[in-house]
């Protein structure tokens, strides 16, 4: 999948625990995205990058902090997971503006 | 800011019929569009794109799209559906300024379910 990864694939962690995130690229785009999909909801924007260091909100960024030292990786955490952060994460990688998004499979949370 | 709107939530279709998805989207620049596809359990894979010229689109898998600027729309078509196409398919939004809008903003997808 266009040299993404997401790591963990899937995670199950309690109320108020910290959680991150992982997304690994080997393409050297430039651009990366972290998405949010639950059911009725499509895909919401959380967070994301547009450089090294640089990185911006997206709709649904409550709750949710990013990190982006190197290219490479881009890291979200939840600073303090509640239930409704239940959800499946996707990663996303951009070339260009003008590029389409490249997607990755995906991290299923549960949040207990 | 820009929007899409997925007015089928749900659409059922029989193997070999043709098939019309609908995408409307609200932008007030020229928009880059697109449709992606989700098997279940999967990521999404990007079926097509417009970002100028002909306003007819061809994609993988025997879709294509047309854009309509006058009637703000990007439908998927594909002239026979197949059993492998039960999925959901989403239509997206980005925009063509620059600054920090790289933002691609998506509908909440269409399930299609293909009955033999």
């Known amino acids: 999948d266009a040299g993404i990864t997401q790591s963990p694939r899937h995670k199950v962690t309690e109320t108020g625990t910290p959680v991150t995130l992982r997304c690994h690229q080997t393409e050297n785009h430039r651009y990366m995205y972290w998405y949010r999909q639950d059911p009725g909801h499509g895909l919401r924007l959380i967070h994301y990058s547009y450089g090294v260091k640089d990185t911006d909100k997206g709709e649904v960024s409550d709750g949710y902090s990013v990190s982006r030292s190197k290219t490479e990786d881009f890291l979200l955490t939840l600073e303090s997971a509640t239930s409704s952060q239940t959800s499946v994460y996707f990663c996303?990688?951009?070339?260009?503006?003008?590029?389409?998004?490249?997607f990755g499979n995906g991290t299923r949370l549960t949040v207990t | 800011a820009q929007s899409v709107t997925q007015p089928d939530i749900h659409i059922t279709v029989s193997e070999g019929a043709s098939l019309e998805l609908r995408c409307n989207y609200s932008y007030g620049a020229t928009p880059y569009l697109f449709w992606y596809v989700q098997s279940p359990g999967q990521g999404l894979q990007l079926l097509l794109k417009y970002f100028s010229g002909d306003t007819l689109v061809q994609g993988i898998k025997g879709f294509e799209a047309e854009f309509k600027r006058s009637q703000s729309s990007f439908n998927l078509r594909k002239p026979s559906v197949h059993w492998s196409d039960a999925a959901e398919y989403f239509c997206?939004?980005?925009?063509?300024?620059?600054?920090?809008?790289?933002?691609?903003?998506f509908g909440k997808g269409t399930l299609l379910t293909v009955n033999p």
């Open positions: 997206a939004v980005g925009a063509e300024s620059g600054g920090s809008n790289y933002k691609l903003t």
């Open positions: 996303a990688i951009r070339q260009s503006q003008t590029s389409p998004l490249h």
